[in-house]
């Protein structure tokens, strides 16, 4: 069967008619979509640039700071310039942003970010540990006289104790925490559960 021919020879077949216009909205449909993802996806990786900026001024410094007691009098060194930077990391990333800073290659950023989740009792914590299970990178933390010599993947085990009195309901269970106690303990004779 043939259809009509408008004047300018084109077929006057519905189908001919729709299917042109359907499939460009299709089309445009989909690049409209395909963009929103990768949109999203750039947008879930990329610290915001005031965040970028806290995290490479704590690159600057290879010791953590959390305002411990040091020296011989033992003052809490609050007025150091990097524990101040932490407390403004707290404060201004949200917990996607100190996610994505977990897996970065400063130990001293993967344990602020981790320590600022935990105490936000954060339910990536367990995950964010199982990846940094292996990870023993030594860092330094400022404490005491001479600082204190720890490895990422202790700190992280430390946190997630069973019974800290803290109230964080995503630590271990103790027989995740033994499990690893056990295997870190097997692993490096330094280390210790206590």
């Given at each position: 069967?043939?259809?009509?021919?408008?004047?300018?020879?084109?077929?006057?077949?519905?189908?001919?008619?729709?299917?042109?216009?359907?499939?460009?909205?299709?089309?445009?449909?989909?690049?409209?979509?395909?963009?929103?993802?990768?949109?999203?996806?750039?947008?879930?990786?990329?610290?915001?640039?005031?965040?970028?900026?806290?995290?490479?001024?704590?690159?600057?410094?290879?010791?953590?700071?959390?305002?411990?007691?040091?020296?011989?009098?033992?003052?809490?060194?609050?007025?150091?310039?990097?524990?101040k930077l932490y407390l403004k990391?707290?404060?201004?990333?949200?917990?996607?942003?100190?996610?994505?800073?977990t897996k970065d290659t400063s130990?001293?950023?993967?344990?602020?970010?981790?320590?600022?989740?935990?105490?936000?009792?954060?339910?990536?914590?367990?995950?964010?540990?199982?990846?940094?299970?292996?990870?023993?990178?030594?860092?330094?933390?400022?404490?005491?006289?001479?600082?204190?010599?720890?490895?990422?993947?202790?700190?992280?085990?430390?946190?997630?104790?069973?019974?800290?009195?803290?109230?964080?309901?995503?630590?271990?269970?103790?027989?995740?925490?033994?499990?690893?106690?056990?295997?870190?303990?097997?692993?490096?004779?330094?280390?210790?559960?206590?």
């Amino acid at each position: 069967m043939t259809h009509p021919k408008t004047s300018s020879g084109q077929d006057k077949n519905p189908i001919h008619f729709f299917m042109p216009s359907f499939g460009r909205h299709i089309a445009t449909f989909l690049l409209l979509v395909c963009f929103a993802v990768t949109l999203s996806a750039q947008t879930i990786n990329k610290l915001r640039p005031s965040i970028s900026n806290i995290a490479n001024k704590l690159r600057k410094e290879n010791e953590v700071h959390f305002g411990y007691p040091v020296g011989f009098a033992g003052r809490p060194e609050t007025n150091n310039k990097y524990y101040k930077l932490y407390l403004k990391l707290k404060d201004k990333a949200t917990d996607n942003e100190l996610i994505q800073l977990t897996k970065d290659t400063s130990e001293c950023i993967v344990v602020y970010s981790f320590d600022i989740l935990w105490q936000r009792q954060n339910s990536s914590l367990k995950n964010i540990f199982l990846q940094h299970q292996n990870d023993t990178t030594l860092f330094w933390t400022a404490g005491g006289c001479t600082g204190m010599l720890d490895r990422i993947n202790w700190f992280m085990l430390r946190r997630l104790r069973p019974n800290q009195n803290n109230g964080n309901k995503n630590s271990l269970t103790k027989e995740e925490y033994d499990l690893y106690c056990d295997k870190f303990s097997k692993a490096d004779r330094l280390f210790t559960c206590n």
